[in-house]
């Protein structure tokens, strides 16, 4: 990670906190049915009193009829959160208030508070919605849902690396470092909209002479530093690493509400090479462990992904740059795949072993890529 | 007032690009509607952009000939499709704009609407094309002292510009290895480069400008010689013995002569400052315009090519205008007077260019060029005694006379030199009249670690044949008493194709032909 910086999709969050889309859950004692759309979820339906309402003020009263806990959603059509409500037992009542403007939405039950949950879509009527592409839409609600999974599935890694700190066990923690790292390496720009997140996991040690005073170095690379380079996990180590299980869970709450577009998405692709080139191919992000190579290849996926789902509209706008870019991935994926044995897991030549020369190439691949890659957000602002 | 409205005469109309927001410079910009022919820009508007009235009939700097920018020659051997236009002498600005006069296709209103948040307004239509570039007549005269006027160089002639062309003040060179195995995309490349060199040696940006294009887009040029004169900016491009080899079939059209330069005594060379398959010198006399042209390129080149090294240079260390005065080196001497002049044709036809009895075809025209960056031992060399330095070099210090003579251009009496003075052994008559065209300049990289200034000479010499150039001179500098405050710490050669002759032709392109 870098110092923190305004990426767009910061930009693009503070500004949806000023507009009028804000959610919030509170208790259901009123039953006056002042025009609430009643939600009754059970285990296998997510029934809903109206299909239509005025845009505006509106209120869901929730029951949940079925055998699981459940959680009660209105998203966005790109499966954005508009606002939602946790953790309803069996045979509870909840319910939730909203401001939405004009525009289709979906209500979402999700009983055993998992998966994409039953959807229900809705219009909320009166005013002029926005015109949305369809097939815009498709691509960020695939790249929210990839987001959401590569969150999803970094934590069980992470709590292997923090057991093993915990533990005392250096040699498992290493292990498992680099391998904790790759869902947020590939979603970095995301995670890096939540400003308040990143410094507290991913802040390098460059980074902790800027910290306030009383703020404390938290995080991957604190740890990293323990286990390489001190070579000690003491009662601070183990505290940090309660630390990061709590930290990386906040994050995976809250990339459901992360503000993605189209233009947002190229830009995090592009802001992941930028990553790549001047952190990971200096090798100043893990210089420590030396494992730059994975966050490298963590990176490059991830931008990957994005420009994978906005192809389709990349490829009407400007057939030539997707071409290029086509080319340019497959050269550098070639290019890392030079430096493991086995292209089915995440072990790379540590850094420290890789020469200025190859280095230099490296780095060429990467200018080679991020060049096109920076005009992807023109091609699908159309 | 845009271009498309009021074409330039006797000019086609731009072609508009469907969208228009992702030129890259890569064969997306081909402009029809740039009217640089002869270096100058027809003024076909009043720029609004600015608050300053143009000077119209009076230059502003009184002091100075103003040989540039008023056609006086006009037995130009090129032929124009323009009438030169007098009355308007040198502009005392540079064009600000977006260096197209292409209006942008209509931008549908649709793209706005994904941009909620941020983003600058989307210019609609065509940038002011204003400003003018000095005109600086297409001739074989390249050699005028322009220097005052910041004018443009003629990028087009038989012979590059950059070679002849009195040396600027300032340096950027950069070397490039091919990364692309497609010999088309190469072609493309030094297409697409030379395109952008037209532009940016005329003083324009390249591309679609820097600025008033997509917001969601980089631009396409980086800016930072915005509101600079074109400053004489030349661009010179050479090819590395290295990209004759298999990767794109030029094995056979590979120069005899363009031989991996021989070890020489003291040589100790870093492999990271030497070679490369491709060379471009960007000469100006202004470093921003230098360095935003090799900018520019290597971005151009992304993909394709990659730099492998590059080296600032300023305060020209030769001159090819024998009336000037010899500069000096970081040593403080001045070195190189007997250098070829740029106005020598014959002298250039003798031992510069490569004539047709001499080959290949594709390099008639051409020269070749080797370049070494020679670190000087500053911090010895200051505490040097004078008279250990004048002996060293064969040259009082002070006026830069031969040893035993007055002025500095009197003839060297090389006996009256010790036999390991500098002087003596680089004289043509030392070394079977062997005669090279140096256009070196000094550096400074900061310090090394030690404290030490890293400084020296880049060396840049172009000549017909470095076998009976270079070569035999280096050979007789190895014992050389200067040897023991310089090294050679990088090294490259280059054959330097012909000059580009028109809009139709680029660098290179009788070799790829």
């Not at chain 2, 994904?114 to 307004?121: E, R, T």
């Not at chain 2, 001179?473 to 090294?491: F, K, M, P, T």
Request: glycine content about 10%; charged content about 25%; some cysteine.
């Amino acid at each position: 990670m870098q110092p923190a910086r305004l990426s767009v999709v910061t930009a693009a969050a503070a500004l949806s906190a000023l507009t009028a889309v804000t959610g919030c859950a509170e208790k259901s004692d009123a039953e006056d049915g002042s025009g609430a759309i009643a939600v009754t979820a059970k285990d296998d339906s997510c029934e809903v009193s109206a299909k239509e309402f005025p845009a505006g003020h509106v209120r869901l009263d929730i029951e949940n009829k079925g055998s699981k806990v459940t959680e009660v959603y209105i998203l966005f059509p790109d499966d954005r959160i508009v606002t939602e409500r946790e953790n309803i037992g069996p045979g509870t009542k909840a319910s939730l208030t909203a401001e939405v403007k004009a525009g289709d939405y979906e209500i979402a039950c999700k009983p055993g508070m998992r998966g994409e949950g039953i959807r229900r879509p809705v219009k909320a009527t009166g005013g002029t919605a926005a015109k949305r592409s369809p097939e815009m839409d498709a691509a960020v609600a695939a790249y929210r849902t990839y987001a959401q999974q590569q969150a999803d599935e970094t934590l069980p890694k992470a709590k292997v690396f923090t057991d093993a700190v915990r533990a005392g066990d250096i040699e498992a923690a290493k292990k498992a470092y680099a391998d904790s790292r790759i869902g947020w390496e590939r979603t970095e720009p995301v995670a890096e909209s939540f400003g308040d997140i990143d410094p507290k996991v991913d802040l390098r040690e460059d980074g902790v002479a800027d910290l306030e005073p009383g703020e404390k170095w938290t995080g991957w690379h604190r740890l990293e530093k323990a286990l390489w380079q001190d070579g000690k996990l003491g009662a601070e180590e183990k505290a940090l690493a309660d630390t990061l299980d709590k930290d990386l869970a906040v994050w995976v709450k809250k990339v459901g509400t992360a503000e993605i577009t189209p233009t947002s998405m190229a830009n995090g692709a592009k802001e992941l090479l930028d990553e790549v080139a001047t952190g990971k191919v200096t090798g100043e992000e893990e210089r420590y462990s030396h494992t730059d190579l994975v966050d490298f290849k963590a990176n490059v996926e991830g931008a990957q992904k994005s420009y994978e789902l906005l192809k389709p509209v990349a490829s009407k706008n400007d057939a030539e740059l997707v071409a290029e870019l086509d080319k340019q991935f497959a050269a550098l994926n070639t290019l890392l795949d030079k430096y493991r044995a086995d292209k089915s897991t995440y072990v790379f030549t540590s850094y420290d072993k890789v020469s200025g020369a190859q280095r230099k190439e490296l780095s060429d691949g990467v200018n080679a890529l991020a060049e096109p890659l920076s005009k992807l957000a023109a091609a699908v602002v159309e | 007032m845009s271009e498309e409205t009021t074409p330039p005469a006797g000019t086609a109309q731009p072609g508009t690009d469907e969208r228009g927001d992702t030129g890259t410079g890569t064969g997306r910009n081909e402009r029809t509607a740039e009217p640089t022919h002869t270096g100058a820009r027809e003024r076909t508007d009043e720029p609004t952009h600015t608050g300053t009235p143009e000077p119209t009939d009076k230059p502003t700097h009184t002091s100075t000939p103003e040989p540039t920018d008023k056609p006086t020659h006009t037995s130009t051997p090129e032929p124009t499709d323009k009438p030169t236009h007098t009355g308007t002498p040198e502009p005392t600005d540079k064009p600000t704009h977006t260096g197209t006069g292409v209006a942008r296709a209509t931008a549908a209103p649709s793209r706005r609407a994904l941009l909620g948040w941020g983003g600058a307004g989307l210019a609609l239509g065509a940038a002011v094309a204003g400003g003018a570039v000095a005109a600086a007549t297409a001739g074989e005269d390249r050699t005028a002292p322009a220097a005052a006027s910041g004018a443009a160089v003629p990028f087009h002639g038989a012979h590059q510009a950059g070679i002849a062309t009195a040396v600027q003040d300032r340096l950027h060179f950069a070397s490039f290895d091919v990364k692309t195995r497609d010999r088309a995309e190469l072609v493309r490349l030094l297409q697409d480069w030379t395109r952008a060199a037209e532009q940016m040696t005329a003083g324009d940006t390249v591309g679609e400008g820097a600025y008033g294009g997509l917001a969601e887009a980089p631009p396409d040029d980086t800016g930072e010689a915005l509101g600079l004169k074109p400053s004489r900016l030349t661009l010179t491009v050479g090819f590395g013995p290295s990209l004759f080899d298999a990767r794109f079939g030029l094995g056979d059209r590979r120069p005899a002569a363009l031989v991996e330069l021989p070890k020489f005594a003291g040589d100790n060379l870093d492999p990271a400052r030497s070679g490369g398959d491709l060379c471009v010198q960007a000469c100006a006399d202004d470093p921003q315009v230098a360095v935003h042209a090799i900018r520019q390129l290597a971005r151009i080149g992304f993909g394709k090519v990659a730099v492998r090294w590059s080296q600032l240079g300023f305060g020209k260390t030769s001159s090819t205008t024998p009336e000037a005065q010899t500069p000096r080196n970081l040593m403080g001497f001045k070195d190189g007077t007997r250098n070829i002049a740029g106005t020598d044709t014959a002298a250039l036809g003798k031992h510069v260019w490569v004539s047709r009895k001499d080959g290949p075809a594709w390099l008639v025209g051409g020269s070749y060029l080797v370049a070494r960056r020679i670190r000087m031992n500053i911090e010895t060399w200051d505490r040097t005694s004078l008279k250990e330095q004048e002996d060293i070099f064969g040259r009082d210090k002070g006026e830069g006379a031969p040893v035993g003579r007055a002025r500095e251009r009197d003839e060297p009496f090389l006996p009256a030199m010790l036999p390991t003075a500098h002087v003596r052994l680089a004289h043509p008559d030392s070394n079977g009249g062997a005669r090279m065209l140096r256009r070196g300049f000094s550096f400074t990289d900061g310090t090394d670690g030690l404290g030490r200034l890293d400084a020296g000479l880049f060396f840049l010499a172009y000549q017909r044949d470095v076998a009976h150039g270079f070569v035999p001179v280096q050979r007789s500098l190895a014992s050389d008493d200067l040897n023991e405050y310089i090294q050679h710490v990088g090294s490259a050669l280059y054959a330097i194709p012909p000059g580009v002759r028109d809009k139709d032709d680029w660098w290179g392109r009788a070799l790829f032909s």
